[in-house]
């Protein structure tokens, strides 16, 4: 069957780190992704990993293990703004269908 | 800017009405996908297009139908809407097989 497995929610401290974790098991697999959605808003793309490894894109980076099903979302010098849902979603081989998890709220407190 | 756009932001109909959802982007993209979110189930894929006239099933297409005539436009009908359809309805597009998918703001459908 085809899972996506994330927290239901986190919170962490303005200013501090904090890591989103996300395992999957699918029946394909070709490729990772990240979106952040605020309360009331459509998601928008964060991250993409395809190959395993650390990808970094400013205060966000995104680690991929494809053998151990895994992959994070780390969030740096949180802000209030951060506060939002993310999303982890698996691109399946054939490339059209994307199965997302149900996300994770992440509060952002002073 | 790249814009994905739906036609209504809510929408509240009744129970057996036919509903259509629209959806335009604007970006020249192939392909267009219908989701509903509903609380701790994250995003359901209902039907995607990979071109005009070209549909395919995703992982709830029970009570939908979609139409594709025009390349920018990806229409959801709900044949004949149930409560149990009431749910956030996200419209979203993609360029080449498998990118990044931009989405349009969503809409907020109540069945009564």
């Known amino acids: 069957g085809q899972n996506i497995d994330q927290p239901t929610e986190m919170t962490a401290t303005e200013g501090a780190i904090v890591q989103i974790n996300c395992t999957y098991q699918?029946?394909?697999?070709?490729?990772l992704f990240w979106y952040q959605q605020h309360a009331g808003e459509a998601p928008t793309f964060l991250s993409y990993n395809v190959l395993d490894g650390l990808e970094e894109k400013g205060r966000f980076s995104s680690f991929l293990s494809r053998s151990k099903g895994y992959s994070y979302l780390l969030l740096k010098e949180l802000q209030m703004k951060d506060s939002a849902s993310y999303l982890c979603?698996?691109?399946?081989?054939?490339?059209?269908?994307?199965?997302f998890g149900a996300g994770t709220r992440l509060f952002v407190k002073a | 800017d790249v814009k994905v756009t739906q036609s209504s932001r809510y929408l509240v109909k009744r129970t057996g009405e036919k509903v259509f959802l629209e959806c335009v982007q604007d970006m020249d993209h192939e392909n267009m996908f219908w989701y509903r979110q509903d609380p701790g189930l994250g995003l359901r894929l209902i039907y995607f297009?990979?071109?005009?006239?070209?549909?395919e099933k995703g992982d709830i297409p029970e009570g939908y139908s979609v139409s594709r005539e025009k390349k920018e436009r990806f229409s959801l009908i709900l044949e004949s809407a149930s409560t149990n359809q009431t749910s956030m309805y996200l419209c979203a597009s993609s360029g080449d097989r498998g990118s990044e998918q931009y989405f349009g703001p969503g809409t907020r459908l109540t069945v009564t």
């Open positions: 979603a698996v691109r399946d081989t054939g490339g059209f269908k994307t199965i």
């Open positions: 297009s990979y071109d005009v006239k070209m549909k």
């Open positions: 699918t029946s394909g697999f070709n490729g």
